[in-house]
Protein backbone atom coordinates (compact mmCIF):
# COMPACT_ATOMS: atom_id res chain seq x y z
CA UNK A 1 0.00 0.00 0.00
CA UNK A 2 2.45 2.25 1.11
CA UNK A 3 4.39 3.71 -2.27
CA UNK A 4 7.22 5.16 -0.26
CA UNK A 5 7.81 9.10 -0.78
CA UNK A 6 9.06 10.98 -4.12
CA UNK A 7 9.28 14.59 -4.62
CA UNK A 8 7.51 16.38 -2.34
CA UNK A 9 4.31 13.59 -2.07
CA UNK A 10 4.78 11.10 0.87
CA UNK A 11 3.68 8.00 1.82
CA UNK A 12 1.28 7.88 -1.45
CA UNK A 13 -0.85 5.01 -1.01
CA UNK A 14 -2.13 3.70 -3.60
CA UNK A 15 -5.74 2.16 -3.01
CA UNK A 16 -8.69 3.87 -2.48
CA UNK A 17 -9.00 3.71 1.31
CA UNK A 18 -6.01 2.67 3.92
CA UNK A 19 -5.49 2.17 7.68
CA UNK A 20 -6.13 5.00 9.77
CA UNK A 21 -3.41 5.86 12.26
CA UNK A 22 -4.15 7.45 16.13
CA UNK A 23 -2.84 10.52 14.86
CA UNK A 24 -5.24 10.75 12.20
CA UNK A 25 -7.91 10.21 14.49
CA UNK A 26 -6.57 12.66 16.68
CA UNK A 27 -6.84 15.38 13.79
CA UNK A 28 -10.18 14.06 13.02
CA UNK A 29 -10.76 15.07 16.71
CA UNK A 30 -10.28 18.40 16.70
CA UNK A 31 -11.92 18.98 13.08
CA UNK A 32 -14.78 17.65 14.80
CA UNK A 33 -14.58 19.48 17.95
CA UNK A 34 -13.52 23.01 15.87
CA UNK A 35 -16.95 21.93 13.92
CA UNK A 36 -19.22 21.71 16.62
CA UNK A 37 -18.13 24.88 18.50
CA UNK A 38 -17.81 27.14 15.20
CA UNK A 39 -21.09 26.25 13.54
CA UNK A 40 -23.30 27.81 16.12
CA UNK A 41 -21.27 30.91 16.76
CA UNK A 42 -21.76 31.41 13.47
CA UNK A 43 -24.88 30.07 12.44
CA UNK A 44 -27.32 31.22 15.23
CA UNK A 45 -29.35 33.98 15.42
CA UNK A 46 -28.84 33.88 11.51
CA UNK A 47 -26.29 36.35 11.04
CA UNK A 48 -24.65 34.84 8.27
CA UNK A 49 -26.77 33.19 5.51
CA UNK A 50 -24.27 30.62 4.72
CA UNK A 51 -21.34 29.22 5.91
CA UNK A 52 -18.21 27.45 3.70
CA UNK A 53 -16.64 24.14 4.63
CA UNK A 54 -13.67 23.67 1.69
CA UNK A 55 -12.20 19.77 2.20
CA UNK A 56 -9.35 20.49 -0.39
CA UNK A 57 -7.63 16.81 -0.01
CA UNK A 58 -11.30 14.77 0.31
CA UNK A 59 -9.91 11.62 0.41
CA UNK A 60 -12.44 8.47 0.06
CA UNK A 61 -14.69 9.48 3.05
CA UNK A 62 -13.80 6.39 5.15
CA UNK A 63 -10.44 4.23 6.10
CA UNK A 64 -9.40 0.63 6.04
CA UNK A 65 -11.72 -0.28 9.40
CA UNK A 66 -14.78 1.70 8.56
CA UNK A 67 -13.75 4.72 10.92
CA UNK A 68 -15.45 7.87 8.96
CA UNK A 69 -13.04 10.26 6.82
CA UNK A 70 -13.02 14.11 7.02
CA UNK A 71 -16.15 14.86 5.19
CA UNK A 72 -18.16 12.76 6.33
CA UNK A 73 -16.83 13.46 10.42
CA UNK A 74 -18.10 17.76 8.93
CA UNK A 75 -21.34 16.58 7.77
CA UNK A 76 -22.43 14.22 10.47
CA UNK A 77 -21.32 17.42 12.81
CA UNK A 78 -23.76 19.17 11.43
CA UNK A 79 -26.93 17.43 10.79
CA UNK A 80 -26.51 15.78 14.01
CA UNK A 81 -25.46 19.02 15.90
CA UNK A 82 -27.68 19.58 19.26
CA UNK A 83 -28.68 23.02 17.89
CA UNK A 84 -29.58 22.07 14.62
CA UNK A 85 -32.94 23.52 15.28
CA UNK A 86 -31.12 26.77 15.20
CA UNK A 87 -29.23 26.85 12.11
CA UNK A 88 -32.02 26.71 9.50
CA UNK A 89 -31.85 30.18 8.03
CA UNK A 90 -28.24 29.42 7.74
CA UNK A 91 -27.09 27.76 4.69
CA UNK A 92 -24.02 25.11 5.24
CA UNK A 93 -22.15 24.60 1.58
CA UNK A 94 -19.56 22.04 1.57
CA UNK A 95 -17.42 21.91 -1.02
CA UNK A 96 -15.04 18.34 -1.55
CA UNK A 97 -12.42 18.26 -3.80
CA UNK A 98 -10.91 14.84 -4.42
CA UNK A 99 -8.30 14.63 -7.05
CA UNK A 100 -8.32 11.21 -7.86
CA UNK A 101 -12.08 9.18 -9.85
CA UNK A 102 -11.99 6.18 -7.44
CA UNK A 103 -11.87 8.13 -4.29
CA UNK A 104 -14.08 11.04 -5.41
CA UNK A 105 -16.51 8.26 -5.97
CA UNK A 106 -15.87 6.48 -2.90
CA UNK A 107 -16.55 9.94 -1.18
CA UNK A 108 -19.93 10.01 -3.17
CA UNK A 109 -21.26 6.16 -1.59
CA UNK A 110 -20.63 7.17 1.58
CA UNK A 111 -21.74 10.28 2.14
CA UNK A 112 -24.72 9.12 0.95
CA UNK A 113 -24.74 5.48 3.21
CA UNK A 114 -23.19 7.31 6.10
CA UNK A 115 -25.23 10.48 6.29
CA UNK A 116 -27.96 9.63 4.63
CA UNK A 117 -30.56 12.42 3.18
CA UNK A 118 -29.82 15.71 4.42
CA UNK A 119 -31.73 19.04 5.16
CA UNK A 120 -32.14 21.45 2.66
CA UNK A 121 -29.63 23.67 4.78
CA UNK A 122 -26.99 21.38 4.08
CA UNK A 123 -25.61 20.97 0.79
CA UNK A 124 -22.57 19.71 -0.75
CA UNK A 125 -20.47 18.88 -3.85
CA UNK A 126 -18.07 17.00 -4.60
CA UNK A 127 -15.10 18.12 -7.15
CA UNK A 128 -13.56 15.76 -9.07
CA UNK A 129 -10.59 17.68 -9.42
CA UNK A 130 -7.34 19.27 -7.98
CA UNK A 131 -7.43 21.30 -5.36
CA UNK A 132 -5.11 24.54 -6.92
CA UNK A 133 -7.11 24.33 -9.83
CA UNK A 134 -10.33 24.69 -8.18
CA UNK A 135 -9.57 26.99 -5.81
CA UNK A 136 -7.97 29.29 -9.00
CA UNK A 137 -11.84 29.21 -10.29
CA UNK A 138 -13.58 29.46 -7.11
CA UNK A 139 -11.56 32.86 -6.26
CA UNK A 140 -11.99 34.14 -9.97
CA UNK A 141 -15.09 33.79 -9.71
CA UNK A 142 -16.15 35.56 -6.64
CA UNK A 143 -13.53 38.41 -7.79
CA UNK A 144 -15.67 38.88 -10.77
CA UNK A 145 -18.55 38.81 -9.46
CA UNK A 146 -17.05 41.25 -6.57
CA UNK A 147 -18.72 38.86 -4.20
CA UNK A 148 -17.26 37.95 -0.72
CA UNK A 149 -16.69 34.55 0.54
CA UNK A 150 -18.92 33.73 3.39
CA UNK A 151 -17.09 32.73 6.53
CA UNK A 152 -15.27 29.71 5.14
CA UNK A 153 -13.15 26.67 6.37
CA UNK A 154 -10.77 25.77 4.01
CA UNK A 155 -9.06 22.04 5.15
CA UNK A 156 -6.09 21.35 3.40
CA UNK A 157 -4.82 18.30 3.77
CA UNK A 158 -2.49 16.54 1.17
CA UNK A 159 -0.14 13.65 1.58
CA UNK A 160 3.05 15.97 1.11
CA UNK A 161 3.83 19.55 0.40
CA UNK A 162 3.84 19.55 -3.31
CA UNK A 163 0.01 20.90 -3.57
CA UNK A 164 0.87 23.93 -1.31
CA UNK A 165 1.06 27.24 -2.93
CA UNK A 166 1.42 30.13 -0.92
CA UNK A 167 -0.43 32.31 -3.36
CA UNK A 168 -3.84 30.00 -3.14
CA UNK A 169 -3.93 30.33 0.52
CA UNK A 170 -3.42 34.18 0.94
CA UNK A 171 -5.81 34.62 -1.83
CA UNK A 172 -8.32 32.35 0.36
CA UNK A 173 -7.54 34.49 3.49
CA UNK A 174 -7.54 37.75 1.28
CA UNK A 175 -11.64 37.07 2.27
CA UNK A 176 -12.67 38.46 5.66
CA UNK A 177 -13.67 35.61 7.14
CA UNK A 178 -11.97 32.78 5.74
CA UNK A 179 -9.79 30.58 7.73
CA UNK A 180 -7.18 27.91 6.72
CA UNK A 181 -6.54 24.34 8.81
CA UNK A 182 -3.53 23.22 7.16
CA UNK A 183 -2.00 19.26 7.75
CA UNK A 184 1.92 20.87 7.41
CA UNK A 185 4.37 18.04 6.90
CA UNK A 186 7.42 19.60 9.11
CA UNK A 187 8.58 16.16 10.47
CA UNK A 188 9.41 15.09 6.54
CA UNK A 189 10.74 18.27 5.42
CA UNK A 190 12.65 18.55 7.88
CA UNK A 191 13.96 15.15 6.95
CA UNK A 192 14.22 15.42 3.47
CA UNK A 193 16.09 19.04 3.64
CA UNK A 194 19.24 16.84 2.28
CA UNK A 195 17.62 14.66 -0.14
CA UNK A 196 17.70 15.61 -3.65
CA UNK A 197 14.60 13.87 -4.54
CA UNK A 198 12.64 16.18 -2.51
CA UNK A 199 14.92 19.47 -2.96
CA UNK A 200 13.39 21.04 -5.74
CA UNK A 201 10.03 21.29 -4.17
CA UNK A 202 10.93 21.73 -1.10
CA UNK A 203 12.39 25.39 -3.05
CA UNK A 204 9.24 25.94 -3.81
CA UNK A 205 8.51 26.84 0.01
CA UNK A 206 11.75 28.21 1.06
CA UNK A 207 14.19 30.69 0.16
CA UNK A 208 18.21 29.32 -0.55
CA UNK A 209 19.06 31.22 2.60
CA UNK A 210 16.28 29.35 5.01
CA UNK A 211 16.92 25.90 3.32
CA UNK A 212 20.48 26.30 4.49
CA UNK A 213 19.60 27.38 8.03
CA UNK A 214 17.31 24.59 8.24
CA UNK A 215 19.77 22.61 7.42
CA UNK A 216 22.34 23.96 9.99
CA UNK A 217 19.47 24.11 12.87
CA UNK A 218 18.70 21.34 15.19
CA UNK A 219 14.86 19.92 14.61
CA UNK A 220 14.12 21.53 18.19
CA UNK A 221 13.64 24.69 16.48
CA UNK A 222 11.52 23.93 14.18
CA UNK A 223 12.66 26.22 11.40
CA UNK A 224 10.47 24.80 8.83
CA UNK A 225 7.00 25.63 10.12
CA UNK A 226 8.67 28.93 11.39
CA UNK A 227 9.47 30.09 7.79
CA UNK A 228 6.63 28.22 6.49
CA UNK A 229 4.51 30.82 8.52
CA UNK A 230 6.76 33.68 7.74
CA UNK A 231 6.47 33.18 4.47
CA UNK A 232 2.64 32.74 3.96
CA UNK A 233 2.58 35.95 6.33
CA UNK A 234 4.41 38.02 4.20
CA UNK A 235 2.28 36.82 1.01
CA UNK A 236 -0.63 37.45 2.75
CA UNK A 237 0.32 41.20 3.46
CA UNK A 238 1.68 41.74 -0.40
CA UNK A 239 -1.85 41.32 -1.29
CA UNK A 240 -2.53 44.36 1.18
CA UNK A 241 -4.29 42.52 4.18
CA UNK A 242 -3.51 43.99 7.33
CA UNK A 243 -5.30 42.25 9.56
CA UNK A 244 -4.18 40.44 12.73
CA UNK A 245 -3.12 37.05 11.92
CA UNK A 246 -3.50 34.31 14.62
CA UNK A 247 -2.45 30.89 14.40
CA UNK A 248 -2.09 28.29 16.57
CA UNK A 249 -0.77 24.40 15.41
CA UNK A 250 -0.57 20.97 16.86
CA UNK A 251 2.19 18.33 16.46
CA UNK A 252 1.55 14.26 15.54
CA UNK A 253 4.15 11.85 15.86
CA UNK A 254 4.22 8.18 14.78
CA UNK A 255 4.82 4.93 16.24
CA UNK A 256 8.67 5.91 16.32
CA UNK A 257 7.66 9.14 18.05
CA UNK A 258 8.91 11.15 15.30
CA UNK A 259 7.41 14.04 14.01
CA UNK A 260 4.78 13.23 11.40
CA UNK A 261 3.42 16.76 10.76
CA UNK A 262 1.60 19.70 12.71
CA UNK A 263 -1.56 21.00 11.74
CA UNK A 264 -1.70 24.11 11.48
CA UNK A 265 -5.00 26.56 12.26
CA UNK A 266 -4.59 29.97 10.70
CA UNK A 267 -7.56 32.75 11.44
CA UNK A 268 -7.97 36.89 11.96
CA UNK A 269 -10.29 35.71 14.67
CA UNK A 270 -9.23 35.68 18.09
CA UNK A 271 -12.39 34.15 18.81
CA UNK A 272 -11.88 31.52 15.89
CA UNK A 273 -8.44 31.02 18.00
CA UNK A 274 -10.45 30.41 21.07
CA UNK A 275 -12.65 28.04 19.31
CA UNK A 276 -9.53 25.87 17.96
CA UNK A 277 -7.26 26.08 20.64
CA UNK A 278 -10.16 23.98 22.70
CA UNK A 279 -10.46 22.05 19.89
CA UNK A 280 -6.71 21.06 20.28
CA UNK A 281 -6.35 21.03 24.11
CA UNK A 282 -8.87 18.95 24.41
CA UNK A 283 -7.48 16.50 21.88
CA UNK A 284 -3.71 16.32 23.80
CA UNK A 285 -2.43 15.36 26.75
CA UNK A 286 -2.78 18.06 29.58
CA UNK A 287 -1.97 20.94 27.52
CA UNK A 288 0.61 19.51 25.21
CA UNK A 289 -0.81 20.27 21.96
CA UNK A 290 0.48 17.08 20.64
CA UNK A 291 -0.23 13.29 19.65
CA UNK A 292 2.04 10.37 19.57
CA UNK A 293 1.27 7.23 18.07
CA UNK A 294 4.07 6.03 20.14
CA UNK A 295 2.44 6.42 23.52
CA UNK A 296 -1.07 6.47 22.78
CA UNK A 297 -2.22 3.00 24.01
CA UNK A 298 -5.93 2.54 23.04
CA UNK A 299 -6.34 0.21 26.06
CA UNK A 300 -6.14 2.84 27.90
CA UNK A 301 -7.36 6.21 27.15
CA UNK A 302 -9.41 7.67 24.54
CA UNK A 303 -9.27 10.91 23.40
CA UNK A 304 -11.90 12.14 25.40
CA UNK A 305 -10.44 11.68 28.27
CA UNK A 306 -7.39 14.12 27.06
CA UNK A 307 -7.73 17.42 29.04
CA UNK A 308 -9.10 16.41 32.06
CA UNK A 309 -6.32 16.54 33.99
CA UNK A 310 -4.86 20.34 35.18
CA UNK A 311 -0.90 20.16 35.52
CA UNK A 312 -0.80 22.14 32.35
CA UNK A 313 -1.98 25.43 34.67
CA UNK A 314 1.73 25.74 36.61
CA UNK A 315 3.41 25.74 33.19
CA UNK A 316 0.80 27.87 31.49
CA UNK A 317 0.99 30.36 34.62
CA UNK A 318 4.49 30.45 34.17
CA UNK A 319 4.64 31.07 30.17
CA UNK A 320 1.70 34.12 30.83
CA UNK A 321 3.82 35.50 33.38
CA UNK A 322 6.83 35.68 31.30
CA UNK A 323 4.61 37.20 28.65
CA UNK A 324 3.17 39.48 30.52
CA UNK A 325 6.82 40.71 32.06
CA UNK A 326 7.97 41.72 28.99
CA UNK A 327 4.78 43.48 27.67
CA UNK A 328 4.61 45.46 30.75
CA UNK A 329 7.46 45.00 32.93
CA UNK A 330 6.85 44.52 37.46
CA UNK A 331 4.74 47.03 38.95
CA UNK A 332 2.56 48.53 36.24
CA UNK A 333 -1.41 48.15 36.73
CA UNK A 334 -2.81 45.89 33.94
CA UNK A 335 -6.74 45.76 33.64
CA UNK A 336 -7.64 42.18 34.08
CA UNK A 337 -9.73 42.24 30.19
CA UNK A 338 -6.34 43.14 28.70
CA UNK A 339 -4.62 39.58 31.01
CA UNK A 340 -7.83 37.73 29.80
CA UNK A 341 -7.25 39.37 25.73
CA UNK A 342 -3.47 38.25 26.20
CA UNK A 343 -4.29 34.86 27.22
CA UNK A 344 -6.85 34.07 24.63
CA UNK A 345 -5.35 35.82 21.45
CA UNK A 346 -1.67 35.75 22.35
CA UNK A 347 -0.84 32.67 23.94
CA UNK A 348 -1.95 28.91 23.18
CA UNK A 349 -3.86 28.86 26.51
CA UNK A 350 -7.18 28.83 27.04
CA UNK A 351 -8.38 31.34 29.66
CA UNK A 352 -9.26 29.94 32.91
CA UNK A 353 -8.71 31.67 36.40
CA UNK A 354 -6.77 29.05 37.90
CA UNK A 355 -3.82 30.38 35.51
CA UNK A 356 -3.93 33.88 37.57
CA UNK A 357 -4.86 31.69 40.61
CA UNK A 358 -1.62 30.14 40.46
CA UNK A 359 0.20 33.17 40.11
CA UNK A 360 -1.22 34.79 42.71
CA UNK A 361 -0.85 31.76 45.13
CA UNK A 362 2.90 31.79 44.36
CA UNK A 363 3.08 36.08 44.69
CA UNK A 364 3.51 36.52 40.91
CA UNK A 365 0.98 38.50 40.58
CA UNK A 366 -0.64 41.46 43.02
CA UNK A 367 -4.21 41.73 42.38
CA UNK A 368 -6.66 44.54 43.17
CA UNK A 369 -10.50 44.08 42.90
CA UNK A 370 -12.84 45.39 45.24
CA UNK A 371 -14.68 42.67 46.67
CA UNK A 372 -14.54 39.23 44.50
CA UNK A 373 -14.98 35.28 45.56
CA UNK A 374 -11.44 33.70 46.58
CA UNK A 375 -9.83 32.65 43.11
CA UNK A 376 -11.78 34.64 41.17
CA UNK A 377 -11.04 37.78 38.65
CA UNK A 378 -13.54 40.08 37.38
CA UNK A 379 -13.31 42.21 34.58
CA UNK A 380 -13.28 45.43 36.97
CA UNK A 381 -10.34 45.00 38.42
CA UNK A 382 -6.26 45.18 37.76
CA UNK A 383 -3.20 43.08 38.50
CA UNK A 384 0.74 44.25 39.39
CA UNK A 385 3.71 42.21 38.52
CA UNK A 386 6.39 41.09 41.18
C1 LIG B 1 -4.46 12.77 3.43
S1 LIG B 1 -5.64 12.29 2.26
C2 LIG B 1 -7.07 13.14 2.80
C3 LIG B 1 -7.77 12.56 3.96
C4 LIG B 1 -9.03 13.23 4.34
N1 LIG B 1 -8.90 14.68 4.38
C5 LIG B 1 -9.48 12.74 5.70
O1 LIG B 1 -9.07 13.34 6.70
O2 LIG B 1 -10.23 11.77 5.78
C6 LIG B 1 -5.24 13.21 0.84
C7 LIG B 1 -6.20 13.02 -0.32
O3 LIG B 1 -5.95 14.03 -1.29
C8 LIG B 1 -6.05 13.46 -2.58
N2 LIG B 1 -5.25 14.34 -3.47
C9 LIG B 1 -3.95 14.24 -3.80
N3 LIG B 1 -3.58 15.29 -4.54
C10 LIG B 1 -4.67 16.09 -4.65
C11 LIG B 1 -4.91 17.34 -5.27
N4 LIG B 1 -3.95 18.02 -5.89
N5 LIG B 1 -6.14 17.88 -5.16
C12 LIG B 1 -7.13 17.23 -4.51
N6 LIG B 1 -6.96 16.02 -3.93
C13 LIG B 1 -5.74 15.47 -3.98
C14 LIG B 1 -5.53 12.07 -2.42
O4 LIG B 1 -6.05 11.23 -3.44
C15 LIG B 1 -6.07 11.70 -1.04
O5 LIG B 1 -7.30 11.08 -1.14
Partial sequence: MDKGSFGGVINANDDTVWEISPHTAAKHSILKKYIQAWAPILAQGSYHRRLVYIDGFAGPG?????????????LKAIKEHQLRGNFRNTEFVNIFIEKRDDRAKNLERVIKERVGTLPSWIKYEIKH???????????????????????????????GWNDIDYEILSNIMKYEKAEL????????????????????SIKRLYSDEQIQKIRESSNEENLVTKYFLENLTENIRKLGIKDRLFNI????????????????YLTKSCKGLEVMKSAM?????????????????????TLIDYGQESDWVIGASEEIYQLLLTRFGKGRSIPIPTVKSIVKCESKWMFKNDILAEMEDSKRINVFVDKRRKRTFPDRGYITLN
Fill in 62 to 74: EYKNGEDGSPIIV
Fill in 129 to 159: SEFNTEMKQILNELESEGKNLAPCLCFVDPF
Fill in 181 to 200: LITFMAGYLERFVWDPIHIS
Fill in 249 to 264: SFATYNNHNRLEYYLI
Fill in 281 to 301: FFSAKDGSYKFSDFDFDPAQK
